[in-house]
């Protein structure tokens, strides 16, 4: 099979975690054999050679061809009203908005240039370069042969409607987070929200991370169910991971490692923290990453008179993330809203006992866990004080987790994932 | 005889390190020596050299008539021991002419006097003791709290350690229709006498000096004079307390200020009947015209003249009170550098870093500030605290165990 696959970031140049599930999907793609054309906007060279990778910055685009300029018509009711990225939250949202409002720019300024040079990032021109992917993705269709289309999450989805425009393959939309997860409270609305729309709906097929995110989007988005496939992420290397770091204090630590948004729960991990203190001083409590909740929750922390027991480390990357799990004894991911959500796989490689909520996907693949509801403070605060004090508890947990991500393997979701083109190959002849 | 009393404030807080949650207890070295290093080397560039150098021509040119007083605080002090022994130099060559006098305060321009009588003393104590060693064995007679922080209470403690006078802020809401320009006597002992700031005259030399929108802008020295004449002929004392840095560092050299300064004695002489005098000549000379009455602490910062620029919300709160439950532990440990750190723990800038006052539009108050908020001031320094208790729960079980 030939899958002309439309994604937005790849590693080693990622800002969030659907670069790294691509980067999953097609080593285990590779493994059965299957050819994956990969597009970005942006490549960088240093990517592993897993695909036939087309830069969409080089692809040259005749902008006066009448089909390209109806796919410009039929994308430039873009706006921007809404949390159009996934990883920013409201605050430093807006700081961009005004500009993207005034500064739309037009087909016409660029009508003899050839060539669009996308930053592949999540910037302040990001509706604009959606739409330019999709004028890319048009040629890429003509000249590229293949057999299916799939793409990731809606940044990727008016680039795969334009390829099906050309080519008439199947599409399958592949659902990593949809705008519910992101925009919180508020609900969904708006471009991001419309786009994803649009795509689900031109969609032959769809993949969801988890039965969590299926049922979001058959009931959120109207999907027939019938059309939704679950198909949960899984980890590049199930290896334990043994550390050298040594911790420099005598407590127990107790982690939260992810952005400080609201999708994430940070509030709850830090009234849980208070009810844990209370009852034993002796432990240290770290919530690492940044996001437009961390000053209220360094507030609160003061307000709670815990300043000296719950520290706050900014961002995290490389060799940090994996000295923070090693020194964990317990990692909690108290997510609101996470429609899979990897970390704690991280964290089980590092032998470190998880709690993990209820309202996330990788609840549903990793057995060896306690799961409560992200709301349930009382239950968290059982849960950490149970796995710090009660060492046969967590002991199981690191045997059994760690057997249990044995299994959580790329080429086994690929497998899966084979069986779902195979199906919609042999539908469509 | 009326008079005009300089008080210039010298101070720079030892500044922390950016210092991350995975150094604590790993790394028990706080201290950003290059910054502080590099800060104290432009300061003493751009003001300590060469206004030292203009007030001893000053000093020297008027045979004593012209005098000022200092408060430099002991964090200052060891910084130009380690850092800027020419500035040292500088001002014990003043000191040595007679006619400058230096103010007693708190070693680590600490808020002890908020916490702990105790502290409050051993900090006073230790200060005392710093004058003593780089100033030929000076004695100061007369008290500034950090930042002009004064109450009844506060007045109380520093008269029971035998100081004359004190110096404070001329806040509107303690004086209501009362003048500042008079000497004062604290509520409880009358045996301290209160010297208060006159914010209207310091403040047009201190902030409003160079503002261009000012409806007073440029100040001359002749201007100046008008307004010490305008001051009813009763009122005794004008008490100019500002900022060392005010010369050269918060109003630069180009902005004339410096030359301001240097004709601003020749005026008094010609055309005001006021003289030059030091705190003490003041305590000494004046008749206290009442008691002061100061039931909540005042100082010298911002509109409001509170506490709240360095203990106003939750951030400051805590660390403040996680820092001085310490208190009687750390008193029992003999180690020079647990007791270094837990001096300069205490430093006011530490807190002032923390304030969100100025913070609510987004805009800021980054001048005083190394950190980017408030927020990653209370992150830095949580994290030292952190270090530090856990430096001292372990001396403390050492010392058990012996």
Redesign the interface.
Known sequence: MKVLMFGWEFPPHISGGLGTACYGLIKGLNVHNQEVIFVVPKLYGDEEPLADFVNASDVEVDYREKKFQDTWANLTYLEINSYLVPYLGQEEFEKYTDYTLHHRSDIEETVFSNKFEFSGKYGKNLMEEVARYALVATQIAKVKDHDLIHAHDWLAYPAAIAAKEISGKPFIAHIHATQFDRAGQGGASGPVYEIEKAGLRAADHILAVSHLTKKVVVEKYGVNPDKVSVLHNAVLDASIIKSEIQKHVPEKIVTFLGRITYQKGPEYFVEAAKKVIQRDPNVRFVMAGNGDLLNKMVERVAELGMGTKFHFTGFLKGKDVDDMYAISDVYVMPSVSEPFGIAPLEAVRHNTPVIISKQSGVAEVLRNAIKIDFWDVDAMADAIFGLLHYPSIAKMFKELGSEELKNLKWEHVAAKLVTVYEKLHNQKP | MRTICFYFQVHQPLRIKPY???????DHYYWDDYSNKSIIRKVAQKCYLPMNALLLDMINHYNGKFKVSFSISGVCLDQFESYAPDVLESFQKLVATGHVELLNETDAHSLSALASKTEFNRMVNAHKEKIKRLFNGYEPKVFRNTELIYSDKIGEMVADMGFEGMLTEGAKHILGWKSPNFVYENNINPNLKILLKNFQLSDDIAFRFSNKSWSDYPLTTEKFGKWLNAVPKEQETVNLFMDYETFGEHQWVETGIFEFMKALPNMVFSQTDFTFSTPYEVVKGGKPIAKINVPVPISWADEERDLTAWLG???Q???F??LYELEDKVKKIDDPEIQRDWSYLQTSDHFYYMCTKFFSDGAVHSYFSHYD?P?DA??NY??V??DF??RVESKVKEMQAT
């Open positions: 991350r949650f995975f150094d604590i207890g790993d919300n939750d951030l709160n805590e660390a009170a996680k908020t927020y209370f992150i949580m994290n605290l952190s208790i856990l």
